[in-house]
């Protein structure tokens, strides 16, 4: 079973940046990875997604233009650059894994335990 491991949270300022990191713990270039965020009182919601040999990429809506998702299939890693960031984006960011793109952005296979955002206006 992939385990996977998010970090690089933390607190920062409105317009600020922050760089998450998910380091899986077995080989992952077969699959599509992605990022998930939930904030207090809401449901989790799709963040980006990244295809299995990185050539595609999908964002919401809320995200597109300031974040960008990444992949070293070498380091079993995927990243999340966040810029521009608003108090909004507050919310644990987990990290998931799907057999597709389509999968990962919908129903993932896996998840991490996530990472805490916190943004400061």
């Known amino acids: 079973q992939v385990q996977l491991v998010e970090s690089g949270g933390g607190l920062v300022q409105a317009g600020g940046s922050l760089r998450l990191s998910c380091a899986a713990s077995?080989?992952?270039?077969?699959?599509?990875m992605g990022w998930f965020r939930q904030a207090p009182g809401k449901e989790r919601e799709f963040v980006a997604a990244?295809?299995?040999?990185?050539?595609?990429?999908y964002y919401a809506d809320s995200v597109k233009g300031r974040f960008t998702i990444s992949r070293d299939n070498a380091e079993n890693t995927v990243y999340l650059q966040m810029n521009t960031l608003k108090p909004e984006d507050t919310a644990v960011y987990y990290c998931?894994?799907?057999?597709?793109?389509?999968?990962?952005?919908?129903?993932?296979?896996?998840w991490g335990r996530g990472t805490q955002v916190t943004v400061s206006s």
């Open positions: 998931a894994t799907g057999d597709t793109l389509a999968v990962v952005r919908t129903t993932p296979n896996s």
């Open positions: 077995e080989r992952t270039f077969k699959t599509a």
């Open positions: 990244i295809s299995r040999i990185g050539g595609s990429t």
